[in-house]
């Protein structure tokens, strides 16, 4: 499978959301339910462009045959005390898992974050999605606490395992 793994431009707008409003609905795992995502293409625009324009952000897209496939953003801290710090928010269609994407996404992140002198990575992960931890700890992602009931799935209580990786 031959997929391009690049970083975000403002004409991907579009597609960033088709491929969000997808995984919205083929996963329980990313954090909206199906039709609560409300983002406006213009809005999308605009928040592409603000993470584009921070030093310590980017959104990297796995893209196949002219589609997104997925992607991952990579937020920066906002102040000088957590500048060094990424927060890490991944989704990879459901047909396209188990090719390696997630792992080359996270490949090209810590090496933009290294380049731009950054020091933490970190997210969070609901305690079912197995898969998404075991690329995570493969990543050197190490589980740092557990947000007990910080989400509610189908009437449920899930639980959140906090994860962070240092870079040296």
């Given at each position: ?19 969000q409003h997808q995984l919205d609905r083929e996963t329980k795992f990313m954090l909206l339910e ?51 710090t990424l927060y890490l928010v991944i989704g990879i269609l459901q047909a396209y898992t188990g090719h390696g994407i997630g792992t080359r996404l996270f490949e090209q ?60």
């Amino acid at each position: 499978m031959n997929i391009t793994i690049r970083t975000i431009t403002v004409d991907d707008a579009d597609s960033l959301l088709k491929l969000q409003h997808q995984l919205d609905r083929e996963t329980k795992f990313m954090l909206l339910e199906p039709g609560e995502r409300t983002t406006t293409l213009e809005k999308a625009r605009e928040n592409i462009q603000r993470v584009l324009d921070q030093p310590n952000g980017t959104i990297l897209v796995a893209e196949h045959e002219g589609k997104l496939v997925g992607y991952l953003y990579a937020n920066g801290g906002g102040a000088r005390r957590n500048a060094h710090t990424l927060y890490l928010v991944i989704g990879i269609l459901q047909a396209y898992t188990g090719h390696g994407i997630g792992t080359r996404l996270f490949e090209q992140l810590e090496k933009w974050a290294r380049e731009k002198g950054l020091h933490r990575m970190e997210l969070g992960v609901m305690t079912a999605n197995t898969a998404g931890i075991a690329l995570y700890s493969k990543m050197g992602f190490v589980i740092e606490g557990t947000r007990k009931h910080a989400y509610r799935v189908d009437g449920e209580w899930v639980d959140e395992l906090m994860m962070g990786k240092i870079l040296d």
